[in-house]
């Protein structure tokens, strides 16, 4: 009759090794599905923050009267350049865009004026597009305000409807927007500084995005 061979025992050192062994499966097992996605979302924000830094030289109000606390979707619009092109706003996806609120009565604008135009010079080339947006009654205004022309693309909302949209009612006032179409940075200008290094590191770190 054959005979069987019993199965060896486990020592209490075989044991102590599995229990071990298991215990660290286990862990493992807990940090993947617990602790690496949050640490993956810190990591993530810890990028976003060091490529936002640039853009703290703008001074952005983090939030929005009317649209509420930023990023958000920019609303969209179509206005037209003095020579009767159309420009829409979500056809410009895949660049970052400054938006521009402005008026020939407004000091401050005429201050600033000048530097966007050396922002928009300096950036030409690149996935960037600055559009400054008058809500001034008629183009002779506009016009009469750049006798040389500008090197922004100007447009004309005359009855204000972008303005609304974008709920500005003292000028100047100033929306960054993402390739995505998200505005990322509302700007209340005060003599703002566009042309600096600073902030092109700013544009180009949302270009970079």
């Known amino acids: 009759m054959p005979t069987t061979t019993p199965a060896p025992a486990w020592s ?6 599995y ?6 499966t286990l862990a493992l097992a807990l940090y993947f599905v617990f602790v690496l996605p949050d640490a993956v979302r810190r990591g993530r924000e810890g990028v976003r923050r060091t490529r936002e830094a640039p853009c703290l030289v703008l001074k952005p109000t983090p939030q929005s009267p009317l649209l509420g606390k930023l990023p958000q979707p920019a609303p969209d619009f179509a206005l037209k350049t003095h020579d009767g092109q159309e420009v829409k706003l979500s056809a410009l996806r895949g660049r970052v865009v400054l ?4 008026a ?6 005429a201050v600033e004026e000048p ?3 050396r922002l928009a010079t300096q950036l030409k080339g690149q996935p960037f597009s600055l559009l400054a947006v008058s809500v001034d009654e008629s183009w002779d205004l506009v016009r009469q305000h750049f006798p040389q022309g500008s090197g ?3 447009l004309l909302d005359k009855e ?5 949209a974008y709920g500005t009612e003292k000028f100047p006032e100033s929306f960054l927007i993402d390739r995505d179409g998200n505005i990322r940075y509302f700007i209340v200008s005060e003599r703002q500084e566009w042309h600096t290094q600073e ?3 700013c544009i180009q770190a949302l270009i970079d995005d």
Do not use: F, Y
């Not at 229990?19 to 660290?24: E, H």
């Open 199 to 201: 902030v092109r590191t």
């Open 19 to 24: 229990g071990v062994a298991g215990l660290v």
């Open 115 to 117: 530097s966007l135009e």
């Open 99 to 102: 938006v521009n609120l402005w």
């Open 12 to 17: 209490p050192s075989q044991l102590t090794a």
């Open 104 to 109: 020939t009565w407004c000091p401050t604008c």
């Open 152 to 154: 922004m693309t100007v």
């Open 160 to 164: 204000r409807k972008v303005a609304q």
